[in-house]
C-alpha cells in the first residue's frame, strides 16, 4: 500500500512537473509570435512595443530563477506591471485604427498574458497537503510494522534500516519536484533564454557570426 501511495504521489508530482515545462514552452511561443507581430504596428509603436517586450522576457526569465519568496512576488508585480504598459500602449492605436492586422496583435498580447496567467497557476498547483499527511501516516506505520517484525532479529538491524531510508529518498524526491521554485530539480528556462539570444542576434546580426560586432 505504502508503494502504490508514493508512486501514486510520485506521478503527480511528476505530471505537474511537466506542465511547468510545457507553460514555459508555451510562454517563449507567446512572446516570440507577439514579437514578430508587432511589425504590423506602425513604426514607432512597432518599436516601443518590442522594446517592452524584451523587458518582460527580462522579467519571465527572472521568474524561473532561484528567488525569494519577497524576490518572486516583486518580479510578479513588474510582470503584471509590464503587461498593462503593453495594453495601454496598443489600446490607443487599436481604437483609432481597428483593422484585421491589429486585432491580429491584440490576439497575441491576450495569448502572452493568458500564458503567463496558465504558468503562475502550474507553480500554484502543489501536491495536496492532505496527500502528503497520508503518505507520511501510512510510512510511519508501514516502518513500526516492520520494525515490531524485526524485534528478535538484533544482529541485521542495518539491513532493516534499509527500508526507512528509501522511503525518505521517495519522500525527497517528491518534494524536490514538487517545489518549482526550491531544491535541486527546476525548472530551466531554456526556450525563453533562447528567444532572448535570438531577439538580440536579430538587433545585433554581427553577434550571430563568430560572436563579434
Known amino acids: 500500500m505504502l508503494g502504490l501511495i508514493i508512486g501514486f504521489t510520485f506521478?503527480?508530482?511528476?505530471?505537474r512537473y511537466d506542465l511547468r515545462q510545457t507553460y514555459?514552452?508555451?510562454?517563449?511561443?507567446?512572446?516570440?509570435?507577439?514579437?514578430?507581430?508587432?511589425?504590423?504596428?506602425?513604426n514607432k509603436t512597432a518599436e516601443t512595443i518590442k522594446g517592452i517586450l524584451k523587458d518582460y522576457l527580462d522579467q519571465r526569465i527572472l521568474f524561473y530563477s532561484k528567488q525569494d519568496r519577497e524576490t518572486a512576488r516583486q518580479i510578479t508585480?513588474?510582470?503584471?506591471?509590464?503587461?498593462?504598459?503593453?495594453?495601454?500602449?496598443?489600446?490607443?492605436?487599436?481604437r483609432s485604427q481597428p483593422s484585421p492586422n491589429m486585432a491580429l496583435v491584440i490576439s497575441g498580447l491576450n495569448d502572452v498574458i493568458n500564458a503567463h496567467g496558465y504558468t503562475q497557476a502550474a507553480w500554484w498547483n502543489r501536491i495536496p497537503t492532505a496527500a502528503w499527511w497520508l503518505m507520511a501516516a501510512v510510512a510511519i506505520c508501514a516502518?513500526?510494522?516492520?520494525?515490531?517484525?524485526a524485534r528478535n532479529y538484533k544482529r541485521n538491524v542495518g539491513l532493516f534500516m534499509i527500508f526507512p531510508?528509501?522511503?525518505?529518498?521517495?519522500?525527497?524526491l517528491i518534494s524536490d519536484i514538487d517545489s518549482p521554485r526550491g531544491g535541486v530539480i527546476r525548472i530551466d528556462?531554456?526556450?525563453?533564454?533562447?528567444?532572448?539570444?535570438?531577439?538580440?542576434?536579430?538587433?545585433?546580426?554581427?553577434?550571430?557570426?563568430?560572436?563579434?560586432?
Open 11 to 15: 506521478s503527480m508530482a511528476m505530471a
Open 24 to 42: 514555459e514552452e508555451a510562454e517563449a511561443n507567446a512572446i516570440g509570435t507577439e514579437f514578430l507581430r508587432a511589425d504590423l504596428l506602425p
Open 77 to 94: 508585480q513588474r510582470t503584471i506591471s509590464i503587461e498593462n504598459a503593453m495594453w495601454n500602449e496598443l489600446m490607443p492605436v487599436a
Open 143 to 149: 516502518n513500526a510494522l516492520v520494525g515490531f517484525g
Open 165 to 172: 531510508v528509501m522511503i525518505s529518498i521517495a519522500f525527497f
Open 189 to 213: 528556462p531554456r526556450n525563453l533564454i533562447d528567444l532572448k539570444h535570438n531577439l538580440n542576434a536579430v538587433h545585433n546580426p554581427a553577434l550571430s557570426i563568430g560572436g563579434k560586432k
